[in-house]
């Protein structure tokens, strides 16, 4: 083991062994190099006559850039687009999040958590703590209703063990009893267990309210408190597109600080937040369970996930970084976000109005939603991978088929002036069928 590694892992022993015990194998050897980027770094604050150190090329003071390129980014300057980011992203950028973090979940207020580190999107933030956290045969704790990316990410790639449990109860809650079946049930096989929460839930589009939130949060200190390590992952990347009765904030700040057991890992990001997919901008943050400031802890943490960013991409790119900052520091920012957030509340309601006409009920029923993109058709008579190819090929619409009864409708992407018609053509092709 490198000795940069061990000293990491050294101050998790001393300041929270269990952090320690929830690592993988790759986790517990994984570190940040004293390497170029440091001695780089080092470099920029004293090399004032001459600095041949970092892997760039520069000219007249700045770094070498073509001027077409230059000419479509002119309002940015060159040394905000063109360089390498630091590996944990730019300073400011982290900032900047932090303060958005507390400004949008008052339960973070007065917890301690690591500064967010950023990511290249929330699929890379999830490949990082898959890479941390999980080794071959480790449980994943997650409802039926999942992304299926889950599986590629945590499964296929770390050898993870999915264990989903129901989604909802047959009244439409939460089944927090079948998720408290789940977990107890690995941490009696394992002692281990990394939880996913994702909310709003894709492909659902389901946020638990506060009384089943609070429950979740309740079931996992239980367990923890019975002697199991845990992991849980706060996958928010549709976080702030709350429509009606939920929870409005991340359980990442309910589960901060609350038991030496747990760990807490938020993952979100601009990508669907602010409306930028392909900038992939994400961001990863930690929270241990020690009521007071663990430093040591979150240095560590940090250190290893910068050190698996060096080993896997290096660094995340530099103009979206540089985009993002400038769109949280426009004082334009809060109004044309909310604009938005009313499309899309617009477009959720206008749904479920459409749905509750009583137009539809032989074809099929819908699951519970009310946040996020997406929501779920729970097809009666049809086969949904035969609708979907017979919608396609006969109406050209488009919808993702999930199992054999459930289709997915992101009605996020269409206008709210076209959802009666979407649903009176899927309604149509079902009736083909039958």
């Known amino acids: 083991m490198n000795p940069l590694a061990k000293e990491l892992n050294d101050l998790l022993a001393q300041h929270n ?14 570190f940040f190099p004293k390497g170029i980027l440091t001695q780089s770094a080092e470099a920029k604050d004293k090399a004032h006559k001459y600095n041949a150190t970092i892997g760039i090329a520069t000219e007249n003071g700045g770094p070498m850039f073509l001027q077409c390129i230059q000419d479509k980014l002119s309002a940015f300057d060159p040394k905000d687009i063109y360089p390498y980011a630091p590996p944990a992203g730019k300073p400011e950028l982290r900032s900047l999040w932090r303060e958005k973090m507390l400004r949008e979940n ?22 990082i703590v898959s890479d941390l956290f999980i080794d071959e045969g480790d449980h994943l704790i997650l409802p039926d209703m999942l992304w299926g990316n889950y599986n590629l990410t945590f499964g296929t790639c770390s050898g993870a063990i999915v264990k989903k449990h129901p989604t909802f109860t047959a009244t439409g809650c939460y089944d927090v009893d079948a998720f408290k079946t789940t977990l107890k049930s690995s941490a009696a096989e394992k002692g281990k267990a990394v939880v996913l929460l994702n909310f709003p839930n894709n492909p659902s589009g389901y946020t638990p309210t506060v009384a089943e939130g609070d429950a979740l949060v309740a079931t996992i200190l239980e367990v923890a408190e ?14 702030g597109l709350f429509y009606e009765d939920s929870l409005k904030e991340s359980l ?44 040591a802890v979150m240095t560590a943490l940090e250190k290893k996930t910068m050190g698996i960013i060096r ?15 400038e769109a949280l520091r426009s004082p334009q920012f809060l109004t044309q976000k909310e604009e938005k957030f009313q499309v899309m509340k617009g477009r959720a309601l206008k749904t479920k109005q459409v749905l509750n006409s009583g137009k539809y009920g032989t074809a099929w029923d819908y699951y519970p939603f009310n946040s996020g993109y ?17 919608l396609l090929d006969k109406y050209g619409v488009g919808a993702i088929s999930i199992n054999k009864t459930d289709l997915r409708i992101a ?14 053509i899927i309604y149509q092709g079902a009736q083909d069928l039958t």
């Open 374 to 390: 997406f929501m779920c058709l729970k097809l009666k008579n049809v086969d949904a991978e035969v609708l979907r190819i017979h």
């Open 226 to 239: 019975a002697g199991c390590n845990i992991v849980v992952i706060a996958d928010d990347a549709y976080f």
């Open 17 to 30: 062994p269990h952090v320690l015990e929830m690592l993988s194998d790759l986790g517990k050897n994984l």
């Open 106 to 127: 008052p339960s973070q207020q007065g917890k301690h958590f690591s500064n967010p580190i950023v990511t290249n999107a929330l699929t890379h933030g999830l490949s």
């Open 311 to 325: 080993a896997r991409i290096s660094n995340c790119p530099h103009p979206s970084q540089t985009f993002v900052i």
């Open 252 to 295: 990442f700040g309910k589960l901060a600080n609350r038991h030496p057991r747990v760990l807490a890992v938020k993952l979100d990001g601009a990508t669907k937040e602010e409306f930028v997919w392909g900038f992939r901008t994400g961001f990863i943050t930690f929270a241990d369970g020690n009521e007071n400031e663990n430093t």
């Open 411 to 424: 009605f996020s992407c269409i206008a709210e002036e076209n959802i009666q018609e979407l649903f009176d």
